[in-house]
């Protein structure tokens, strides 16, 4: 069997959930295989994955007073894998 070394390059403000995720990996190469068959073979984005999305959203930002002030909306501040996944939508 050949092995083969790929390097990948994270951010550590950006991607510091993918950073925390790997250490608490005992095996991070098996870690990662595992996630990259499992989103390969997910073949896209699912109904879970925006109904996660949108909870994601509703959890961290949104809020139901009725005399609340809205976000502005010209402004993102959701996470780039969520506006991917959104985007990919064509709403």
Do not use: F
Not at 34 to 59: F, P, S
Request: some cysteine; proline content about 3%.
């Amino acid at each position: 069997m050949t092995k083969q070394t790929v390097t990948i390059v994270v951010d550590t403000e950006r991607d510091r959930n993918i950073l925390r995720w790997l250490s608490s990996q005992d095996n991070k190469s098996a870690a990662i295989r595992e996630a990259i068959r499992v989103h390969i073979g997910r073949g896209g984005i699912t109904l879970t994955d925006v109904y996660e999305a949108i909870q994601d959203l509703k959890r961290s930002r949104w809020t139901s007073a009725p005399n609340a002030q809205h976000h502005d909306l010209a402004r993102s501040d959701e996470p780039p894998d969520v506006a991917a996944a959104l985007d990919c939508l064509g709403l």
